[in-house]
């Protein structure tokens, strides 16, 4: 798997949780979940038979960046979202 993949998969998990953050507004505690199961999974060791899994790991990894972008980008974006209507 070359840089590139890793980091067009990063990048739009990225931009996903930014264009979600931007056009959704949900209660706060959604957001507050969100950056608590981003930091169990990043916290938890690899399940032994994902041990050295190039795709396990990006996909873990681009979730955790949506999780945590998504989660601590409402502290940013609160005032920021688009209104309905």
Do not use: K
């Not at 990063?10 to 979940?33: D, E, G, K, Q």
């Amino acid at each position: 798997m070359t840089q590139t993949v890793v980091f067009a998969a990063y990048a739009a998990s990225l931009v996903l949780a930014l264009w979600l953050l931007y056009r959704s507004h949900v209660r706060w505690y959604w957001h507050v979940l969100a950056v608590v199961v981003a930091l169990v999974i990043g916290l938890i060791p690899t399940p032994e038979p994902f041990v050295g899994n190039r795709l396990f790991d990006l996909i873990v990894g681009s979730l955790f960046v949506f999780l945590m972008t998504w989660g601590l980008g409402e502290i940013f974006m609160h005032g920021c979202h688009r209104r309905s209507g």
